[in-house]
C-alpha cells in the first residue's frame, strides 16, 4: 500500500426501521452493510439506536428492550465476518453499572469493538431522552465492560465510555451523536484536535419545515468547514410507531463540502450513499489555520482504541483490457 495514498470508500445509509421491529430491524441493518461492503466502503454508519428503534420510548424502562437488542447486536458481530473489512457502527441501548445509555456500537469481522455513550441528550421540542438514559460525563475516558454471558460473543469484555478508534494504518474515527451536534459544544471540536479523520453522527432527527436546512447547511457543513475531516451522519426515515416523522437526508461531507446525500423524502425501506474521500486533504485542511494548530498541540494526547485492518488502502481503479476499450469507444462514438 502506497501511504501517501490514503483514500477510501466510506458509506452512510437511511433506514425505515419500526420500535420494537428487532428482527425486520437486524435485517434492515444487515441489507445496508451488504450493500455498502459491495460498494467497496470500508465503514457503514446507521442512525441513533437502530437496532430496537428510536421511538420505543417507556418500552426503555422494560428490560426486554435491552436483551433482544443485545440479541439482535450478538447476530450482527457473528454476520460481519461476511464484510471482513467493513467497519459497522450501530445504534443501541446499554447498561453500565446500573445505569441505561443511549449508545453507538462498533464492530468489524466478528468482534464487537466499542460501546460509545451518548454525552448530551436531546429534551427540548418532542425529544424526552433523559427520562430513559443518562448522558455520559469523563471526556476520552472508557472502561472494560463485562458481557452478558447469556448472550453469545466470542469476547468477555468490550471498552465502554468515551474514545477514538484507531485502524492498523493510522485512520481515527470518532463518535458525535445527535444532539451533541447542536450543542454549543459540539463534540466533533475535541475530535478533530486529536486528529480523527472521520467523525461518525448516527441520529435521530424529526422534520420540522426547515430544520434540514439547517441541520445540514448549518450544522454538519459548518462543523466540517470549521473543524475539518469527514463527517457522516445517518438518519432514520419514516415513521417508526412514535408520534414523529424522520426525514432522513443522511449525508457525507469533507471539509465543508457535500460530497453525497440520500433522498429526504422516499419510501425505501433502505438506502445506501457512497463516497471516495482523501483523508490526506483533511490535514492539509488543518494544517493551513494556525489557531487551530495551537489548539491541539495544547490538548492531552488521546490514547486510541485499536483495531485490526487497514481503511485507507486506496479506490483500486479497474482497467480494462484493449479490445473491451476500443469496443466500448466505438459504440459510445457511434452514439453520438
Same mark, same amino acid.
Given at each position: 500500500m502506497d501511504q501517501w495514498d490514503r483514500r477510501c470508500r466510506v458509506a452512510t445509509c437511511t433506514v425505515n426501521?419500526?420500535? &420494537?421491529? %428487532?428482527? /425486520?430491524?437486524?435485517?434492515?441493518? !444487515?441489507?445496508?452493510?451488504?450493500?455498502?461492503?459491495? &460498494? /467497496?466502503?470500508?465503514?457503514? &454508519? /446507521?442512525?441513533? +439506536?437502530?437496532?430496537p428503534g428510536y421511538g420505543c420510548a417507556d418500552h426503555f424502562f422494560e428490560l426486554d428492550t435491552e436483551r433482544h437488542s443485545w440479541e439482535m447486536l450478538s447476530k450482527l458481530v457473528e454476520k460481519s465476518k461476511d464484510w471482513p473489512e467493513l467497519l459497522v457502527i450501530t445504534g443501541i441501548p446499554t447498561r453500565f453499572r446500573g445505569l441505561l445509555y443511549n449508545c453507538a456500537a462498533a464492530l468489524k469481522n466478528g468482534k464487537l469493538l %466499542?460501546?460509545?455513550a451518548k454525552m448530551g441528550l436531546a429534551d427540548d421540542n418532542v425529544y424526552r431522552e433523559s427520562r430513559w438514559f443518562v448522558k455520559w460525563t469523563? #471526556? %476520552?475516558?472508557?472502561y472494560e465492560m463485562p458481557l452478558n454471558a447469556q448472550i453469545h460473543f466470542e469476547q468477555s469484555t468490550v471498552p465502554f465510555g468515551d474514545g477514538i478508534l484507531e485502524?492498523?494504518?493510522? !485512520?481515527r474515527v470518532g463518535f458525535e451523536i445527535c444532539e451533541e451536534l447542536w450543542s454549543s459544544r459540539s463534540t466533533n471540536i475535541r475530535l478533530a484536535e486529536q486528529g480523527v479523520d472521520i467523525i461518525c453522527n448516527g441520529s435521530g432527527s424529526h422534520h420540522i419545515l426547515g430544520k434540514s436546512n439547517y441541520r445540514i447547511n448549518q450544522l454538519i457543513l459548518g462543523s466540517s468547514a470549521k473543524v475539518g475531516g469527514v463527517y457522516l451522519y445517518a438518519n432514520h426515515r419514516g415513521c417508526d410507531g412514535d408520534r414523529v416523522y424522520y426525514d432522513g437526508a443522511s449525508s457525507i461531507a469533507q471539509n465543508g463540502d457535500l460530497l453525497a446525500q440520500i433522498h429526504q423524502f422516499d419510501i425505501e425501506d433502505t438506502c445506501v450513499a #457512497?463516497?471516495?474521500?482523501? +483523508?490526506?486533504e483533511n490535514s492539509v485542511f488543518r494544517q493551513m489555520k494556525s489557531s487551530d494548530r495551537g489548539n491541539a498541540s495544547d490538548q492531552k494526547t488521546v490514547v486510541p482504541i485499536r483495531f485490526d485492518g487497514n481503511m485507507a488502502e486506496g479506490v483500486k481503479f479497474n482497467q480494462k483490457c484493449t479490445e473491451r476499450m476500443t469496443s466500448m469507444v466505438e459504440k459510445c462514438c457511434f452514439k453520438n
Open positions: 426501521n419500526w420500535a &420494537l421491529d %428487532f428482527r /425486520g430491524n437486524y435485517e434492515r441493518i !444487515v441489507k445496508t452493510c451488504s450493500e455498502a461492503y459491495a &460498494l /467497496g466502503a470500508r465503514i457503514r &454508519l /446507521g442512525p441513533e +439506536l437502530e437496532i %466499542f460501546i460509545r469523563e #471526556t %476520552f475516558k472508557h485502524s492498523s494504518d493510522n !485512520v #457512497t463516497a471516495i474521500v482523501d +483523508l490526506s
